[in-house]
């Protein structure tokens, strides 16, 4: 797998649903080390989310918006959520997405007939009830799951927890994103993505299936696979060396290596 000729312009980061852009601190240290203190780095933040207007049109007026604030030439990152958005990006606008890093993420995050690597609809109903219920309390609740089986759980939870609170995403952000992951299944888009892509999961997600990793390193034309052993769904902070070492080979070689 060879990356463009160009050298990438800058790692933009998006984050997940429910915590916004303030999860990628504990990545960024290492990234200077691996980078250097001039490389580019931006976190940007859905909307919704600390503060920023939320749009209320389809999801593709989302994607405009996170594409608008990305330089030409840069590598993307998106995490869980994040990550499907990164995809429908790179497929939008290849000329911004030169590189791709899907961390932790799905091209479908419900199970269905013919693939078992998602969750049930019912969980995705019942956090939307929540949302609905109390904003507030769920986002605490989602920290929790997420960090499952972790071999740092009660270390990520303290890192975690001060992004369960405000400045809170907006609730029909919260909600809106619930559906983005109801309804999104870009599996067909996968032979669309021709950039050199890093996929990266924990061996002990809970939420988004090391399957379903392994499905987007099989079918995206130029990925490759890095398994973080130990890590749940945020495999950055579990592991921020050795996904530091990886964004970075990706940035510099255009191919992460094993």
Not at 62 to 80: M, R, Y
């Amino acid at each position: 797998m060879s990356g463009p000729a160009a050298s990438p312009s800058a790692l933009v980061l998006i984050h997940g649903w429910g915590l916004d852009s303030r999860v990628w601190q504990g990545l960024l240290s290492p990234l200077h080390a691996y980078l250097g203190r001039d490389f580019p780095l931006i976190c940007l933040d859905l909307p919704g989310y600390q503060g920023r207007p939320d749009l209320e049109d389809p999801i593709a007026r989302s994607v405009d918006a996170l594409l608008e604030q990305v330089p030409p030439g840069a590598v993307v990152a998106g995490w869980s959520l994040g990550g499907l958005l990164a995809q429908l990006m790179a497929v939008r606008d290849p000329a911004r997405v030169a590189r791709l890093a899907l961390i932790a993420t799905t091209p479908c995050f419900v199970r269905k007939k013919a693939w078992a690597h998602g969750q049930p609809a019912a969980l995705l109903t019942a956090f939307a009830a929540a949302v609905d219920e109390d904003p507030a309390g769920v986002l605490p609740r989602f920290s929790a799951l997420i960090n499952q089986g972790d071999h740092q759980q009660r270390a990520l939870a303290r890192q975690l927890a001060p992004l369960a609170h405000p400045p809170l995403p907006a609730t029909p952000a919260l909600a809106r994103g619930l559906a983005w992951l109801k309804d999104l299944d870009l599996r067909p888009l996968a032979p669309r993505i021709h950039q050199p892509t890093l996929v990266l999961h924990g061996d002990q997600d809970p939420l988004m299936p090391l399957g379903a990793g392994a499905w987007l390193a099989d079918h995206l034309p130029q990925a490759r696979r890095v398994t973080v052993p130990g890590a749940a769904h945020v495999p950055f902070l579990a592991d921020p060396e050795s996904t530091a070492r990886a964004l970075a080979e990706l940035i510099q070689d255009g191919e992460p290596r094993p």
